[in-house]
C-alpha cells in the first residue's frame, strides 16, 4: 500500500497511551465488528507469549481500543477509556490468553468470534506502527487488508473462478482475490463501495454464495488502483525537483493530492483541521489534566508559570516548544484527544515544536498547517522504507522518527530551503539511532516525556544548523536504512516490552505494583472488567 501522510503518518486523532495498541486495535476490532455483522456474543483474543502484547496489552491501551472498536466506536471516542466494562455490560464474553504460536510479529492479534447465531469466525491482525494494521488472515484465508477499501467477502463454493470473471464482467472494482484454504473459497472484492444485492444475486447465478460480509474502511483516505505518487523516496523526491528548490510542504501537497485523490486545498484544508486539534489539546494540557492511572501529574502548568515570569533558564522559544510538549503529553496521559503524529507514544515532539515555534513567531494556522505538511512527507519516507513502530525499532523509530519530522516542519516555518528542510530530518535522525523503549511501569510517560523533549530540542538545535547549511553527510534515506539495521540489532527486551532498561528498575517495578493495586481497588477486586 502507498503510504498516505494522513492515514499513515499525521493521524489517527485519538485517545489512548499509544496508538500501535490503542488506534491500530481500535481498527482491528471495528473489522472484526463487521465481520460479525455487529453481532458479538463471544471473543477470545491471544497474544504469542514471544511477542509485546503479553505484557502491554492492557496498561498501553490495546484492550480499550480492541473493545472500542468492537462497539463500533471512533478512536477520539470519550467513553474509550471504561470499553472493557462497557463491553462486558453489553453481555459480551471476554477472554485473553497468552499462547505460543510463534508469531513472526510481536503485535499479533488472534481473535475468535461468536455470535448469538452461533456463527465463529477467526481473524488475525498485525499492528505495524502509528495506528496503522493489516488483517492477514480471516477464517483461515490469508488475505491482506489494510482497511484502506470497502471489502466484500463472498464465501462461494463450486466454482470461484467463474464467479471472479463474471464479477469483472460486470462492474470494475479495485482489486479481485480469490482465496483457497482446506477446499473452501473466498473472494475478496476491494472496491469504493460495497458490492451491491443487484450484484450478488447475479454473481449467484455463477456459484452458490454461502456467506456475504462487509468490512467498512477503518482509515480517512481510501486507496484506489493504480494509484502513483511522484516519489517515494527522498533521494527520488530530490531528482523530481531537480534543482528547482520547492518548498518541502509544497511537494507534500503534490504528493498527498495524487495518493488520495484529493485538491490542493483539500490537502491544506485537513492539515488545518488538524492543527486546530491540537493546539486544543496543547491548551486544554497548559491548563491542567486530570486522570487516576498516570504516574506523573500535571507539571506543565508551573512550567508555564515560571516560563511567563520570566524565572526559567532563557531558552528563547525553546521554552515554549517544551512547555507544549509537556502538555500535550498530560494531555495524552490523561486521555485526551491527540493527534498520532507519527504515533502517541512520540505524539508531542512534532507539534510541541512546530505550534510552539509558529506562536512565538505570529505565524498563521495555515503557515503551521504548511510546517505540519513538510513533517508528514519526511513521515511518508519513513513510512515507505521502515516503521514507526517501537516494537519493532525501539523509541528511535518512535521518537526519532518525531525529531526527523520536526526539524523538517521547523525548516519550514523558517522559510529554510527544500535542501535545508531535509538536511535538518537528516541531522535530528542521525542523533536518536540506537534508542531504546523502555517505558517505566509500562506507561508511556516516563521516559516518553523527556524523549519527546529530547525529540524536539533535537529538532531545533538540528533545523538551526541545517539553516547555517551544516553538513549531513549521510543522505536521510540511508540514515532510515540505518535505523532499520540498528533495531536488528537491538535486543527484543529493549523494544517496547517492558522487559528491559528503565522498565525494570526496582522503582519502575513498584510504582507498576502501586497502580495495579490502585486499579484493582478503583474497579473492586472480583469483578474488575479491566482484568482477564
Ligand atoms: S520510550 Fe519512546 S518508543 Fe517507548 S513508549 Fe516511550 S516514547 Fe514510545
Known amino acids: 500500500m502507498i503510504v498516505s501522510i494522513f492515514n499513515d503518518v499525521i493521524g489517527p486523532v485519538m485517545r489512548g497511551p499509544s496508538s500501535s495498541h490503542c488506534a491500530a486495535a481500535l481498527r482491528i476490532g471495528r473489522l472484526a465488528r463487521d465481520l460479525m455483522d455487529a453481532d458479538v456474543q463471544e471473543v477470545l483474543v491471544e497474544f504469542d507469549r514471544r511477542g509485546s502484547l503479553p505484557t502491554t496489552h492492557e496498561s498501553q491501551g490495546s484492550d480499550m481500543g480492541l473493545f472500542g472498536g468492537l462497539m463500533g466506536w471512533d478512536a477520539a471516542d470519550e467513553r474509550l477509556r471504561d470499553s472493557p466494562k462497557a463491553l462486558r455490560e453489553t453481555g459480551v464474553g471476554i477472554r485473553i490468553e497468552t499462547v505460543d504460536t510463534g508469531d513472526e510479529h510481536p503485535n499479533t492479534y488472534r481473535l475468535t468470534l461468536r455470535n448469538t447465531l452461533d456463527e465463529q469466525h477467526t481473524l488475525i491482525a498485525i499492528s505495524t506502527g502509528g495506528g496503522m494494521m493489516e488483517v492477514v488472515n480471516i477464517d483461515g484465508f490469508a488475505v ?36 483457497e484454504h482446506c477446499g473452501k473459497q473466498l473472494v475478496q472484492v476491494k472496491a469504493a463501495h460495497f458490492l451491491s444485492e443487484t450484484i450478488i444475486i447475479e454473481l449467484r447465478k455463477v456459484c452458490p454464495v454461502l456467506q456475504v460480509k462487509r468490512l467498512a474502511p477503518v482509515l480517512p483516505i481510501a486507496s484506489r488502483k493504480d494509484t502513483t505518487v511522484p516519489f517515494t523516496t527522498c533521494e527520488a523526491m530530490l531528482l523530481h525537483d531537480a534543482g528547482r528548490n520547492t518548498p518541502l510542504w509544497r511537494l507534500a501537497v503534490h504528493y498527498e493530492m495524487a495518493r488520495g485523490n484529493l485538491t490542493e486545498s483539500d490537502v491544506i484544508a ?30 506543565s502548568g508551573k512550567y508555564g508559570q515560571l516560563m511567563q515570569a520570566g524565572r526559567l533558564l532563557n531558552g528563547g522559544a525553546l521554552n515554549r516548544i517544551v512547555l507544549y510538549v509537556s502538555a500535550m503529553m498530560e494531555v495524552k496521559s490523561s486521555l485526551g484527544v491527540i493527534v498520532a503524529a507519527p504515533t502517541a507514544g512520540a505524539c508531542a515532539a512534532l507539534p510541541g515544536a512546530a505550534i510552539g515555534m509558529a506562536e512565538e513567531l505570529e505565524l498563521s494556522e495555515e503557515d503551521m498547517a504548511k510546517a505540519l505538511l513538510a513533517s508528514g512527507l519526511i513521515g511518508a519516507f519513513i513510512a515507505t522504507r521502515w516503521t514507526f513502530a517501537a516494537e519493532l525499532g525501539g523509541c528511535q523509530a518512535e521518537g526519532g522518527s518525531a525529531a526527523a519530522m520536526a526539524a523538517a516542519a521547523l525548516v519550514t516555518l523558517a522559510h529554510g530551503t527544500l535542501s535545508q528542510a531535509v538536511a535538518a530530518a537528516s541531522m535530528a535522525y542521525q542523533s536518536m539511532l540506537g534508542l531504546i523503549c523502555d517505558p ?38 540511508e540514515v532510515v536504512e540505518t535505523a532499520h539495521r540498528v533495531a536488528g540489532q537491538m535486543p527484543r527486551e529493549l523494544r517496547c516490552t517492558a522487559l528491559g532498561g528503565l522498565s525494570i528498575t526496582k522503582t519502575s517495578l513498584a510504582i507498576e505494583a502501586q497502580l495495579a493495586g490502585k486499579k484493582a481497588a478503583a474497579c473492586g477486586a472480583s469483578s474488575c472488567a479491566c482484568s482477564q
Open 144 to 179: 491482506s487488508l489494510f482497511g484502506d477499501y470497502h471489502e466484500t467477502l463472498l464465501t462461494v463454493s463450486g466454482n470461484g473462478q467463474a464467479l471472479v470473471q463474471r464479477l469483472a464482467a460486470l462492474i470494475e472494482v479495485d482489486d479481485i482475490r480469490l482465496h
Open 270 to 299: 485537513r492539515m488545518v483541521e488538524i492543527v486546530r486539534i491540537l493546539r486544543r489539546s496543547i491548551q486544554q494540557g497548559v491548563a491542567g489534566t486530570q486522570y487516576d492511572d498516570r504516574i506523573l501529574g500535571h507539571q
Open 440 to 477: 517505566v511501569a509500562n506507561r508511556v510517560e516516563v521516559p516518553c516525556l523527556g524523549k519527546n523533549v529530547l525529540a524536539a530540542s533535537n529538532a531545533f538545535s538540528c533545523a538551526n544548523m541545517a539553516l547555517a547549511d551544516y553538513d549531513p553527510v549521510i543522505p536521510f534515506d
